[in-house]
């Protein structure tokens, strides 16, 4: 059970912890004064799930500082497909706050090197189409990721931008063969694995969990 409060006042109570969530802070915070952020958790209500979900704060929290024009965080929208052998298409849109006329959107798709593969400009309400030619795909033994870039523009000047990383590849079903990764039949091997980290708890460490997925990879799993 999750609260968030500003100065003694609750903004925010929250009743599960496995989903992020965020807390406007526009408004409440008092100028020119000290300010008391507080985040709170409590678990006291136990036992609460099949096995240890944790307790305490066990991920990370940020505060975010946005200019008044403003894109807002996860809101790029990313979307993949095949047209034609080799030919692809990237329809990408992102959500913005307080725009103004004429302000627009710049997206930038990058590759792993930081080289930019395509780009292209479209109005704050409008979706934006890329087309990309013989894109390196991801694959389950060739995780390799584009990313791509927003800008929100005015005359020419960034007032804010986000990243996303993106894979291009095919995903097809079928009753009969199963599961398919660009073009190619792949059998999936999967493991039911919890967010915990064993004897070292719930609070997440990158190089723990990169040990843990390169030993389920080692083992044999995709």
């Keep these: 059970n999750a609260e968030v409060r500003l100065n003694g006042e609750k903004l925010a109570f ?3 912890g496995y989903t992020n969530f965020y807390v406007d802070l526009t408004g409440k915070l008092r100028a020119n004064e000290e300010n008391t952020l507080e985040v709170i958790a409590r678990n006291a209500d136990q036992p609460n799930s ?53 302000d627009c959107l710049e ?33 389950v033994d060739d995780p390799y990721c584009h990313r791509v870039r927003v800008r929100l523009l005015r005359g020419g000047q960034t007032l804010d931008q986000l990243e996303s990383v993106c894979g291009f590849r095919t995903i097809a079903v079928s009753p009969d063969q199963g599961f398919f990764l660009n073009h ?11 967010h915990d980290l ?21 083992m044999g799993a995709n």
């Design 107 to 139: 997206y930038t798709l990058l590759d792993a090197g930081g080289e930019t593969v395509a780009a292209v400009s479209a109005a704050v309400e409008q979706s934006a189409v890329l087309t990309v030619e013989n894109p390196h795909l991801w694959d």
């Design 14 to 16: 929250r009743p599960y």
């Design 50 to 102: 099949r096995w240890y979900s944790g307790a305490g704060i066990y991920r990370d929290v940020w505060r975010i500082d946005c200019p008044q024009s403003h894109l807002v965080t996860d809101g790029l929208y990313l979307s993949v497909r095949e047209l034609s052998d080799g030919l692809w298409q990237l329809t990408a849109g992102a959500e913005s706050v307080e725009a103004a006329a004429g």
């Design 198 to 218: 064993g004897c070292l708890g719930a609070a997440f460490s990158l190089p723990a969990a990169r040990r843990q997925l390169e030993i389920m990879k080692d």
């Design 184 to 194: 190619r039949r792949v059998v999936l091997h999967g493991v039911a694995l919890h």
